[in-house]
């Protein structure tokens, strides 16, 4: 399945939007990468499934890639 470039920055930007909640450090993450960087990191590793859980006021947690409950 191939992903289009829209929908690609549109999780981007979500993520981004969704900053503010308490993401456990991720083993992987760089501490000097920027957070865009990192929200395309996580993004790329997410399933289709996980990032539309996203999409709605809560969402449970994501534990393989240390996201928490919100």
Do not use: G
């Amino acid at each position: 399945m191939r992903i289009s470039a829209s929908v690609r920055r549109s999780t981007r930007h979500l993520l981004l939007a969704c900053a503010a909640i308490p993401f456990a450090p991720m083993a992987s993450a760089q501490p000097a990468s920027s957070p865009e960087r990192r929200a395309e990191a996580l993004a790329s590793k997410m399933t289709l499934e996980e990032k539309a859980s996203l999409l709605i006021s809560t969402s449970p947690a994501i534990p393989r890639l240390d996201i928490a409950d919100y």
